[in-house]
């Protein structure tokens, strides 16, 4: 496995509210893209992926393991999600604030996932597969046939349905993928996936295969160049 990670504040934001968490040698990968005023995201996002991570660890330390890898990821993001209310609740200026979040474990020849919110998981295998769904109400209009792509106002792509510490009810997708030696899994937050299409994302992966450390170069580099408008953040994993 070779790994490479970045996350860069973009060109227009004065703050990095993206927070990434990378276990190459137990193969566990969280990113998260916070949200909130007053500075209240990145601890968002700083909290959600710190109080997975610990949950994840402690769980799979346990003598005789042999848990459920995407139950466990499941619990993680209920403890994140616990952890981020918990401060939310603490003080009057980090009222409201959440994160997205999206855990991936990765054990032999299986990636585990576990997310909720728009930022993004990928599988690169001769082409660009997403392999999550975004949390969002213009994802869910399509999805439920109410309208067509083209129809969606752009504000709705950034609406939330589910977020760590915002959502009432959380209900996390999560799957497991077999994986083949030569694969690229790619995590990012929006502020990639709202500046690169995916088939300019899927160009560079391909191009820049056995080099991840310039993939994410090049993938931050090209968002910042098509204007940067958010925090970006992206891991690429190399089976």
């Known amino acids: 496995m070779n790994v490479a990670w970045k996350s860069d504040a973009g060109r227009v934001r004065t703050n990095n509210e993206d ?17 909130g005023g007053h500075n209240a995201g990145e601890i968002a996002s700083d909290i959600a992926v710190k109080e997975a991570y610990a949950l994840i660890h402690r769980e799979m330390a346990r003598p005789g393991g042999g848990r459920d890898l995407l139950g466990v990821l499941e619990e993680a993001l209920h403890e994140a999600d616990r952890a981020v209310r918990v401060k939310a609740g603490s003080d009057a ?10 855990e991936v474990a990765v054990r032999g020849n299986t990636a585990y996932l576990c997310h909720v919110g728009d930022s993004r998981a990928y599988l ?4 660009l597969q997403r392999v999550t769904r975004d ?7 399509v999805e439920s046939g ?22 009432s009810t959380l209900l996390p997708d999560k799957k497991s993928i077999a994986l083949k030696a030569g694969d690229i899994l790619l995590l ?3 502020g990639l996936t709202g500046m690169l299409t995916d088939e300019e994302i899927g160009g560079i992966l391909l191009r820049g295969k056995g080099r991840p450390g310039q993939v994410v170069d090049r993938l931050v580099e090209d968002a910042n160049r098509k204007g940067g408008t958010d925090n970006i953040s992206v891991i690429v994993i190399e089976i």
């Open 93 to 102: 200026m980090f009222r409201g604030m959440g994160t997205t979040l999206v």
């Open 146 to 167: 109410h309208m067509e792509t083209a129809q969606v106002p752009p504000r709705l792509w950034n609406m939330l349905t589910q977020a760590v510490g915002t959502s």
């Open 135 to 141: 949390h969002t109400v213009g994802a869910s209009y």
């Open 188 to 190: 990012c937050s929006d």
């Open 19 to 35: 927070a990434v968490l990378v276990d190459e040698e137990c193969g566990t990968f969280l990113l998260a893209d916070g949200m």
């Open 124 to 127: 690169f295998r001769d082409r």
